[in-house]
């Protein structure tokens, strides 16, 4: 049995956490492959709230096993703290012992290497998640199995500011007091210890028993650290094929793979965003869609859907389909745009270059629309809006397969 993917298309923040709850009831097995505690997922139920930043979304459905891959970087007092709001996790989530802890004092390095750039500033959430990955490429990280001896650990941590110095100097940041690390790190290991395997074999066994695993990212394409808008990136691999390393599967293990995008476009922090509307327009959508960013509360930067962008984006990870998140939050504009080529140097291209910040985006007008939320098929859909729908699926050359309508778990449609 080949594992299902469920990858943001954008610069994240495209509602992968409603795709991956909706969808969960169907699998066994619900993955997280990379990145940090800067994710947030947002799953409206039954009008109830839940904010992931973490834990996989499958946490909702009771009889899904949900996996923190090796992939992650994790932040033990983040999880610990968003482990609370829900029973019985014990046998039902695991974290792999080979993911790398993202501690404290990754967060002031990260906070304090933003202050020092300035206006040069990427717009990191501040959460540390740089730094941890640093630490790890730099093979200075520490990993989650070793909070299972707290202290070994604890020495090994304090010989670690001791090496480094003249850097936690610099970012004025003492070395901790080694009882209290001890202390803070067998608090750890008493709230985690059950939770910490091998979750590669876990995987596996899962895979060889034909058990159906759903596979989920966090971020997007457009952030990946290779093929995003770099330098104003995540630090992890944001597409499909991050899934492979962030848990330990091969390519042939991988299966369909749903594109998650937005009926219009976002993104936190700074970097280019060529379909960005900083008009009345971009400041309706933010209303509308209530963009504020999970687990910082920022606001987004808004603007309208770029199908150059996410054509790109559905080459990149192989895409089957696309799943088109918020549809309803178009609904009462006079006017939709689309995104749907990039003037470079007086000249007009139809693919994505390496550097955005120069490109201008050529738009088509769509006739807007009213009441398409709540829409729970594709006829309930005004006229309107099902143009816009089938535009994009040509103009990406992706079909779409899921259009949602609302944030609640049954307004969504399945093609």
Known sequence: MQADLIVGIQWGDEGKGKIVDRLACEYDMVCRSQGGHNAGHTIWVDGVKYALHLIPSGVLNPEAINVVGNGVVLSPESIIKEMVQFEGLEGRLYISDKAHLNLSYHALIDQAKERCKGDKAIGTTGKGIGPAYADKISRTGFRVGELLNPEKLCGAIIEYFEQNRAVFDV???????????????????????????????????????????????????????????????????????????????NPKDIGKVTGIVKAYCTRVGNGPFPSEDIGKDGKRLGEQGHEFGTTTGRARRCGWFDAIATKY??????????????????????????????????????????????????????????????????????????????????????????????PERDDTIIL
């Open 171 to 249: 970012y004025e940041i003492p070395t901790p007091k080694k009882t209290e690390l001890l202390k803070e790190l067998e608090g750890y290991k008493e709230k985690l210890a059950p939770f910490i395997t091998d979750t590669t074999q876990l995987v596996w066994k899962a895979l060889d028993e034909n058990k159906r695993i759903l596979l989920e990212g966090a971020q997007g394409t457009m952030l990946d650290i290779d093929h995003g808008t770099y330098p104003y990136v995540t630090s992890s691999s944001t597409v499909s094929a991050g899934a492979c390393t962030g848990l330990g599967i």
């Open 313 to 406: 984006a559905s080459r990149l990870n192989g895409c089957d389909e696309l799943a088109l998140m918020k549809l309803d939050v178009l609904d009462g504009f006079d006017e939709v745009k689309v995104c749907i080529a990039y003037e470079l140097n007086g000249e007009e291209i139809d693919y994505l270059p390496s550097n955005l910040e120069d490109v201008k985006p050529v738009y088509k007008s769509f006739k807007g629309w009213d009441k398409s939320v709540g829409a729970r098929t594709f006829d309930e859909l005004p006229k309107e809006a099902q143009e816009y729908v089938l535009a994009i699926q040509e103009i990406t050359k992706t079909k779409v397969g899921i259009i949602s309508t609302s």
